[in-house]
């Protein structure tokens, strides 16, 4: 594992921790000071941000510039309203689309909800996340295809 992956893992954890104390799943923090507290650049802090607390994840960041900038990083909880609600929002648009990634960080999402089995979400991910090529006609169908699972189990359950 390189220091970067390292260093970012534990940026991470830290907020994750941070997130999980509070009372309200939501945190406000200094890009400057976080990044003096490991010892790293903003950069960093950036990359941490822009890969690992996004919206796929069940994350909201907000950020201001500046002097007095500041972080805010929400986690935003799933339950079986909101993933019904998502279902009705991908049928209404069709030229949306998944990539692997997104469709990675969904369905693990959906895993830590507990809205999925770990088994149901290990099979969805069989499915719709590989490294064949993510060309828009792949991307279309793994949204067709997350759809139609997510369809099936929210009924079935």
Known sequence: MSVMSNLANNIESYLKRLLDASPNAAIIIQRKELAARFQCVPSQINYVLSTRFTSERGFVVESRRGGGGY???????????????L????????????????????????MEARLVTRREGLLMKAVTVHDRGDGELFQSLRTLMLTRMLEVLLRES
């Open 87 to 110: 279902l009705e929002i991908l049928r209404e648009m069709p030229g949306e689309s998944f990539s692997a990634q997104d469709a990675d960080d969904f369905i693990s999402r959906l």
């Open 71 to 85: 972080l805010q990083i929400r986690r935003i909880d799933l339950d079986r309203a909101k993933v019904s609600r």
